[in-house]
């Protein structure tokens, strides 16, 4: 029992990755907002020197799994989602919940032709998402990384995102 523990804890651990420009360990992890803005789900977090399409299929399966948990349906949903999520396999993921994305084209791909179409004007509300993360980064424990656990990191992002709530939920 006791060597499972130590393993649990060094994996956790070794998820984070240092980054020698900011002289701190770095960690992604994806966060899934409704339309105003509020925190509903994260994934979990992976090495900061991964981009966002990283194990994509785990991490959307984690963000929807929380959702189902608080049982909030995911047929017929929107998700905004910039150009660093145009991938076939994000777009499957979501299909595969009956969510339906609205993904910016990637210019690194080309002038591919493409059977999916971006709603300009659904996408323009992607700011609150914008503005979610920038909420996120004001917490200074969830920008730098001064813990060495998954868990820890993990419990002071859902800190962050209850002072969010209360935020909102204070000045309606």
């Known amino acids: ?22 002289k701190a360990a770095a960690a992604n992890s994806l966060y899934l907002t409704d339309r105003q803005g509020l ?11 991964h ?8 991490s959307t399966n984690e963000l929807f799994e ?3 948990e ?10 905004n989602a910039d150009a660093g999520f145009d991938a076939e396999s994000f777009r499957q ?13 990637n210019k690194r791909y080309g002038n591919q032709t493409r059977e999916h179409i971006l ?6 509300e992607r700011y609150s998402v914008e503005r ?8 200074r424990s969830v920008l730098n990384r001064f813990d060495t656990t998954t868990s820890s990191w993990k419990g002071f992002n859902f800190l962050a995102f209850i002072v969010i709530g209360l935020r909102k939920f204070s000045q309606s």
Do not use: H
């Not at 029992?1 to 900011?22: G, H, I, P, Q, R």
């Not at 608080?70 to 998700?79: P, R, S, Y």
């Open 1 to 22: 029992m006791y060597n499972a523990n130590l393993k649990a804890s060094v994996a956790a651990f070794l998820e984070f990755y240092y980054d020698t420009n900011l």
């Open 39 to 49: 925190p509903l789900s994260m994934s979990e977090p992976v090495a900061g020197n």
């Open 51 to 58: 981009n966002d399409l990283y194990k994509i299929e785990t």
């Open 66 to 68: 929380v959702l189902e």
């Open 70 to 79: 608080a049982n909030i349906t995911t047929e017929g949903l929107f998700i």
């Open 93 to 105: 993921a979501c299909q595969q919940k009956g969510i339906v994305t609205n993904v910016a084209i």
């Open 119 to 124: 709603d300009e004007e659904l996408y323009r």
């Open 132 to 139: 979610t993360n920038a909420w996120m980064d004001s917490f």
